[in-house]
């Protein structure tokens, strides 16, 4: 087993590469970061993940310096960065149209920013170099960008970003102009670059999987605040509110009232004729307090008749099935209008299928399935 898991952020030792401090960012009236404190550490692969509008874009805009917080200060490497202007900082910006120069080969792209920095000319060659066997571009290093494709673009874009050697790279919407096969090759690229230069990144994205997949750290964040900055599997597994546990991935929630029933256990009131559910949970929930339960679809089971040893079942009929190839999802309607989705790996053909529309089953998961959260 390997013991060096990659966790700075458990070290109590380890010294935050970026660290905000009680940032607050507005634009007028309109406050786009309310008073958020982070910190990022060297290495890492952290994602800002957010909807549209939610501060995301500020927050990074703000660590390549093209805005100042209204209050609060970015340190990078213990060092107050906020009078620091945009082109001293050791932060490089990837941005989301990838700004190459059309009349420049590709092989000039990468070397602009040495060339203005003035760097001798046989680092700058060797640099460039190392560039394009990083990014796999040698054989197109005497192109220009309009003779190329957009996932090859996008990797001349990375390779210029990375060429000056950033302490940090800031990538926004990187893929966003990809289909979506190009863009799973590019999140495995990205992620074997960052490991293999060591450089920390920070990519703003609205793309739920992508953050899961590309990141060793995720931030959800909403109007302005972080919601919560976790591991993936722990955002997935553990969301800490209902904000996230909707925001990531398909999810089941149901509203009830809670009432402890034994060590961590609790009993879930939920709707009118239908027996209560159980939960288990860490968080100590006081008795009749207004709770929710977060249940994955992949963790709920679809059966024909009532499992004999299950601890939470109940009853519907099957009203839509979506098909995704390795995956059945079934929405089963409760006799009260509740929808409840049900996941199943299809690893049999299509005609064996086990239930159809109309049919009735029942649903059933584990007390520790589900996330119970106090609303």
């Given at each position: 087993?390997?013991?060096?898991?990659?966790?700075?952020?458990?070290?109590?030792?380890?010294?935050?590469?970026?660290?905000?401090?009680?940032?607050?960012?507005?634009?007028?009236?309109?406050?786009?970061?309310?008073?958020?404190?982070?910190?990022?550490?060297?290495?890492?692969?952290?994602?800002?993940?957010?909807?549209?509008?939610?501060?995301?874009?500020?927050?990074?805009?703000?660590?390549?310096?093209?805005?100042?917080?209204?209050?609060?200060?970015?340190?990078?490497?213990?060092?107050?960065?906020?009078?620091?202007?945009?082109?001293?900082?050791?932060?490089?910006?990837?941005?989301?149209?990838?700004?190459?120069?059309?009349?420049?080969?590709?092989?000039?792209?990468?070397?602009?920013?040495?060339?203005?920095?003035?760097?001798?000319?046989?680092?700058?060659?060797?640099?460039?170099?190392?560039?394009?066997?990083?990014?796999?571009?040698?054989?197109?290093?005497?192109?220009?960008?309009?003779?190329?494709?957009?996932?090859?673009?996008?990797?001349?874009?990375?390779?210029?970003?990375?060429?000056?050697?950033?302490?940090?790279?800031?990538?926004?919407?990187?893929?966003?102009?990809?289909?979506?096969?190009l863009r799973q090759d590019?999140?495995?690229?990205?992620m074997d670059?960052?490991?293999?230069?060591?450089?920390?990144?920070?990519?703003?994205?609205?793309?739920?999987?992508?953050?899961?997949?590309?990141?060793?750290?995720?931030?959800?964040?909403?109007?302005?605040?972080?919601?919560?900055?976790?591991?993936?599997?722990?955002?997935?597994?553990?969301?800490?509110?209902?904000?996230?546990?909707?925001?990531?991935?398909?999810?089941?929630?149901?509203?009830?009232?809670?009432?402890?029933?034994?060590?961590?256990?609790?009993?879930?009131?939920?709707?009118?004729?239908?027996?209560?559910?159980?939960?288990?949970?860490?968080?100590?929930?006081?008795?009749?307090?207004?709770?929710?339960?977060?249940?994955?679809?992949?963790?709920?089971?679809?059966?024909?008749?009532?499992?004999?040893?299950?601890?939470?079942?109940?009853?519907?009929?099957?009203?839509?099935?979506?098909?995704?190839?390795?995956?059945?999802?079934?929405?089963?309607?409760?006799?009260?209008?509740?929808?409840?989705?049900?996941?199943?790996?299809?690893?049999?053909?299509?005609?064996?299928?086990?239930?159809?529309?109309?049919?009735?089953?029942?649903?059933?998961?584990?007390?520790?399935?589900?996330?119970?959260?106090?609303?």
């Open positions: 087993m390997n013991t060096d898991v990659f966790a700075p952020w458990d070290d109590p030792q380890a010294k935050p590469l970026i660290q905000f401090r009680n940032v607050t960012k507005r634009f007028g009236e309109f406050t786009a970061i309310d008073n958020l404190s982070l910190d990022i550490f060297e290495k890492e692969f952290f994602a800002l993940l957010g909807p549209s509008g939610c501060g995301k874009t500020t927050m990074m805009r703000m660590l390549a310096g093209f805005e100042t917080p209204t209050e609060g200060h970015i340190m990078l490497g213990g060092q107050d960065i906020d009078p620091i202007p945009p082109n001293k900082r050791a932060v490089n910006m990837m941005f989301q149209s990838y700004a190459l120069f059309p009349h420049l080969s590709i092989w000039e792209n990468i070397a602009f920013g040495l060339r203005r920095d003035n760097m001798p000319k046989s680092d700058l060659e060797e640099r460039v170099e190392e560039m394009l066997r990083l990014t796999r571009l040698e054989q197109f290093a005497r192109r220009k960008p309009h003779q190329i494709s957009g996932g090859q673009r996008q990797r001349v874009a990375l390779a210029r970003s990375l060429a000056k050697a950033p302490k940090l790279l800031l990538l926004d919407e990187p893929l966003g102009a990809l289909d979506k096969k590019t999140q495995f690229e990205l670059i960052q490991e293999k230069t060591g450089t920390t990144f920070v990519i703003v994205t609205h793309d739920q999987e992508e953050a899961m997949t590309v990141a060793s750290r995720v931030a959800v964040m909403d109007q302005g605040k972080l919601m919560q900055v976790a591991t993936p599997d722990k955002i997935y597994e553990y969301p800490n509110s209902v904000y996230v546990a909707d925001f990531i991935g398909d999810v089941n929630i149901l509203e009830g009232r809670a009432s402890a029933n034994g060590d961590d256990s609790y009993q879930i009131d939920w709707a009118e004729g239908q027996a209560p559910l159980t939960a288990t949970s860490a968080n100590g929930l006081s008795n009749g307090q207004s709770c929710h339960l977060a249940i994955r679809p992949e963790k709920v089971t679809i059966s024909a008749d009532r499992p004999a040893d299950a601890i939470n079942a109940v009853q519907g009929k099957v009203h839509d099935i979506a098909y995704l190839g390795n995956l059945s999802t079934y929405y089963v309607e409760l006799p009260n209008g509740t929808i409840i989705k049900a996941q199943t790996a299809n690893t049999r053909r299509i005609s064996r299928r086990s239930f159809t529309w109309e049919d009735p089953v029942w649903l059933s998961w584990t007390a520790t399935a589900a996330v119970l959260l106090a609303s």
